[in-house]
């Protein structure tokens, strides 16, 4: 157990439609990082964030947005859902960026229907 | 930008034998960091080994050890003494480091390699 708990971890939803996944990171980890797996691109870079504030943004589509709260959760919203979103997505933590070091959820298994 | 690279889409090994895991990695970064992930069936990724750039020695967790070649830009990864628990796809990491040590998390990973080990 990396002590990142993701949730949901399955949610089965309709094209067009929008989804909220949610992120705890370890105690005492300032920050969160999101990433996708899927089978055609593989595992990606979203974004990132450290003590609330965004840090890095990799290839996070505009439909896709994130934040952290002051209780240092994140959240990822997906909205305009399509077919080819249908993936898993991970949120890592980690005590500060310059560790290197990254502990993952078990992810979030979206499909989109 | 950075790539990374694995060549081998699938690999077998007994239990008790010895398996190397190949990567390679396209940089113009001088200071970064270099990784190697599992991923069992329970679909979580676990933190297998790392290694900093600027380190000519060779990182070792137990049964598992890189042989780092900066020059070549090659990263492999050999697990000695395979466990049927170690049967899960292994991905190959990068991830720059800045002048000022912050690395900002963004993992670069190669395409994964499924390692089976058969009793």
């Known amino acids: 157990d990396s002590g990142v708990t993701q949730t949901p971890k399955h949610l089965i939803t309709a094209t067009g439609q929008r989804v909220t996944l949610r992120c705890s990171p370890r105690s005492g980890d300032l920050s969160v990082y999101w990433y996708q797996q899927s089978l055609d691109q593989g595992l990606q870079f979203l974004i990132q964030y450290y003590n609330g504030e965004e840090r890095a943004k990799g290839n996070i589509l505009e439909r896709f947005s994130a934040q952290q709260f002051p209780d240092l959760h994140s959240e990822l919203n997906l909205s305009s859902l399509e077919l080819g979103d249908s993936a898993l997505y991970f949120c890592?933590?980690?005590?500060?960026?310059?560790?290197?070091?990254?502990?993952f959820g078990e992810g979030s298994r979206l499909t989109v229907l | 930008a950075q790539t990374v690279t694995q060549s081998q889409p699938e690999m077998s090994v007994q239990e008790a034998e010895t398996v190397t895991l190949s990567c390679t990695y396209d940089t113009s970064e001088n200071n970064y960091y270099l990784f190697w992930y599992k991923q069992p069936p329970s679909r979580q990724m676990i933190l297998v080994i790392r290694?900093?750039?600027?380190?000519?020695q060779n990182a070792t967790e137990n049964r598992f050890s890189v042989n780092f070649q900066k020059a070549a830009k090659s990263f492999s990864l050999k697990i000695s003494d395979s466990q049927l628990g170690d049967t899960a796809m292994y991905f190959c990491?990068?991830?720059?480091?800045?002048?000022?040590?912050?690395?900002?998390?963004?993992?670069?990973f190669g395409q994964g390699t499924i390692l089976t080990v058969h009793p």
């Open positions: 290694q900093e750039a600027y380190k000519q």
């Open positions: 990491a990068f991830m720059k480091r800045s002048a000022g040590g912050t690395s900002y998390g963004k993992l670069t």
């Open positions: 890592a933590s980690s005590v500060t960026p310059n560790t290197g070091e990254l502990f």
